[in-house]
C-alpha cells in the first residue's frame, strides 16, 4: 500500500470517526433510557437543549423549546397508555410559549404520574412544563425560572411600565402596540400557570404563584433555587436518581477548541486510596 493510499485512507478514518463517535452515544443512550424505564416502569422523555447562549436579561438561543419538540413530546405521550407513569427530563432555557404549553398541557392531562426532573436547569417555558408535573425533581444546585413572556428582546413587563412613566401623548404608536400585546400576553401566561396549579393547592396560592412567576417580579434569566421553590409552595425534591445525572453527561455541549472546565471524570469519595502519579 503507498504513500498515497495510506494517506485517502487516513482521511476516510477521520471523516467517519464523528459518524461513529455519534453513533455510540445514540446507543449509550437508548441504552440508559431502557434501564431507567425498566426501573421505574414509566415512560422517559427527554426535553435537551444545548447551544444556548444568554446575555443579561434573557434568553437569546439557537436552541429552545418549539413547535418540533411539542409535536415530539406529545407523539411520545399519545403512544403511552394513561395509567403509565411519565418521567420527564428538562435542560432547556426555555422556547415558544405556544410550544411549552401545549407540552405542559399535554402532561397535566395524563392520567398516570407525572414527575419532572431538572439537572441543572429548566428555565422560562422549561419551568413551565415543569408546573404541569406531579413533582419536580430537581439536583441540589438546579434552578427554574420566571415565566414571564418577553416581546422580541423586551421583557412585556418592562414595557408596560413605560405607560406608567411617560404620558400617552408621548408615546410612540409602536410602543403602544407592544404595550396592549404586553398586557395581553402577561394575562394569558397568568391564566395558564393557575390551571397547571390549581389541582396542587388552593385556589389563592395558585394565583399568587402565577403572579411572581408571570408578572416580571424578576428578571427573565432569575434563579429560582429549589429552596425557594419549596418556599413558593411548588411539590419539589432534591434526590435526582444517579441515572438521570449521568444520562445528561451523555449529551455534550458542543466542543469548543479550549475547554474551560476540567476534570478527572470519575467519581472522587471521602476515602480515596488512588496514589499520586508524578
Not at 50 to 76: H, K
Not at 83 to 106: C, K, N, S, W, Y
Not at 172 to 181: E, F, H, K, M, R
Request: proline content about 7%; glycine content about 4%; aromatic content about 6%.
Amino acid at each position: 500500500m503507498g504513500f498515497l493510499d495510506l494517506l485517502w485512507l487516513f482521511f476516510m478514518l477521520t471523516a467517519i470517526q464523528p459518524v461513529v463517535r455519534q453513533k455510540l452515544l445514540e446507543s449509550s443512550r437508548q441504552r440508559i433510557l431502557s434501564r431507567i424505564e425498566r426501573e421505574r416502569n414509566s415512560r422517559v422523555i427527554l426535553l435537551i437543549h444545548r447551544q444556548e447562549t444568554m446575555n443579561l436579561l434573557g434568553f437569546p438561543i439557537f436552541r429552545y423549546i418549539d413547535i418540533d419538540d411539542s409535536e415530539e413530546v406529545i407523539r411520545a405521550i399519545h403512544m403511552t397508555d394513561p395509567e403509565v407513569p411519565l418521567d420527564i427530563v428538562l435542560h432547556t432555557p426555555g422556547g415558544l410559549v405556544l410550544a411549552a404549553l401545549q407540552i405542559a398541557r399535554a402532561i397535566h392531562a395524563h392520567p398516570g404520574k407525572v414527575t419532572v426532573f431538572v439537572p441543572h436547569y429548566a428555565m422560562s417555558g422549561g419551568t413551565l412544563i415543569a408546573l404541569a408535573a406531579d413533582e419536580i425533581v430537581m439536583a441540589p444546585h438546579a434552578v427554574l425560572g420566571p415565566v414571564d413572556p418577553q416581546l422580541g428582546q423586551y421583557p412585556a413587563a418592562s414595557i408596560l411600565k413605560v405607560l406608567d412613566t411617560k404620558p400617552v401623548a408621548e408615546i410612540d404608536d409602536q410602543t403602544l402596540i407592544l404595550a396592549d400585546l404586553a398586557r395581553k400576553a402577561m394575562e394569558q401566561v397568568h391564566r395558564s400557570v393557575v390551571e397547571l396549579l390549581r389541582d396542587k393547592m388552593n385556589a389563592d396560592r395558585a394565583q399568587q404563584i402565577a403572579t411572581l412567576l408571570s408578572q416580571g417580579t424578576w428578571t427573565h434569566d432569575h434563579p429560582i433555587t429549589c429552596d425557594e421553590a419549596k418556599e413558593l409552595g411548588l411539590p419539589v425534591r432534591t434526590d435526582i436518581p444517579e441515572s438521570i445525572m449521568y444520562l445528561l453527561s451523555l449529551y455534550p455541549q458542543p466542543m469548543r477548541r479550549v475547554p474551560t472546565v476540567e476534570y478527572v471524570p470519575i467519581p472522587r469519595r471521602s476515602r480515596d486510596t488512588r496514589s499520586d502519579i508524578g
